[in-house]
C-alpha cells in the first residue's frame, strides 16, 4: 500500500492524479487525517495502513515566513514531522521518499557547474536548515528510503512562481521580481518529477 503525505500540496495532488489514471491503489493523508507533527497520531496511522511505500510530499514551504514570524512552525512540520514519519517507516517496514530541495547548499555554485551527487550541504536559510534536518532524521531513523532533491517546482496544482508569473502577464504590462537568487535555477514540472517517484516503485518490484 502506498501512502502519500500532504496530499493536497502541489505535489500530493499531482501524485495522486498520477496514480488514479494508473490504477494503482493509495492512500492520501493531508493534516486533518494524520498530523505529522502528532507522533501518536503518526503510528497510529501507520498502524492502520501498514504502508510500504510512503512518499513523504508534507513540508512547510514558505521561505520567507521561515525565517520570521513561522520560524517554530517550518520546524515542526520539516524537522519534527519528518522524524515521525521516518521513524514510523521504520517500524512498520515501509520504503520512504522523502523530498527535500536546493535551498540545502549554499548557493554559490559558478554558472555552469553542476552540483555533485555528494555536494556537502551547507544551508544559508531556515527553510534549507531544516529540510537539511529532515534529510539528516530520513538518514538516522528510515531502515529503507530516497532523498529527492527537487527545486523551482511547478505545474498546474497549489502555488507556484512560473504560474504566479504567467497569471500576472494577463493583468500588468511590466514585471518587477527581486533576484533573490545567486545562482541559475532549473524549474521542474510536478508530472516530471511525480513520474520519477512512479518509476521508484517499478525499481523496487523489479
Not at 500530493?12 to 494508473?22: I, V, W
Not at 527553510?127 to 527545486?151: C, H, I, M, N, Q
Amino acid at each position: 500500500m502506498i501512502l502519500i503525505t500532504g496530499a493536497n500540496g502541489q505535489l500530493g495532488t499531482e501524485l495522486r492524479y498520477l496514480l488514479d489514471e494508473r490504477g494503482v491503489e493509495y492512500v492520501a493523508a493531508d493534516v486533518a487525517e494524520m498530523d505529522i507533527t502528532d507522533s501518536k497520531k503518526v503510528d497510529a496511522f501507520f498502524a492502520e495502513v501498514k504502508p510500504t511505500i510512503v512518499y513523504h510530499c508534507a513540508a512547510y514551504t514558505a521561505v520567507d515566513a521561515a525565517e520570521d514570524e513561522s520560524k517554530e512552525l517550518n520546524y515542526k512540520i520539516n524537522v519534527t514531522g519528518t522524524e515521525n514519519v521516518a521513524k514510523a517507516a521504520a517500524k512498520y517496514g515501509a520504503t520512504l521518499v522523502y523530498i527535500s530541495t536546493d535551498y540545502v547548499f549554499e548557493g554559490q555554485k559558478p554558472v555552469g557547474l553542476e552540483l555533485e551527487v555528494d555536494e556537502p550541504a551547507n544551508p544559508q536559510t531556515e527553510y534549507g536548515r531544516t529540510k537539511r534536518l529532515g534529510e539528516e532524521a530520513v538518514e538516522k531513523y528510515a531502515d529503507k528510503f530516497y532523498t529527492v532533491r527537487t527545486a523551482w517546482v511547478f505545474g498546474n496544482y497549489g502555488k507556484n512562481f512560473v504560474f504566479t508569473m504567467r497569471n500576472l502577464t494577463e493583468t500588468r504590462d511590466t514585471l518587477g521580481v527581486v533576484n533573490a537568487s545567486k545562482h541559475l535555477v532549473t524549474t521542474i514540472y510536478q508530472m516530471t518529477l511525480t513520474k520519477v517517484f512512479l518509476g521508484m516503485i517499478l525499481l523496487k518490484k523489479s
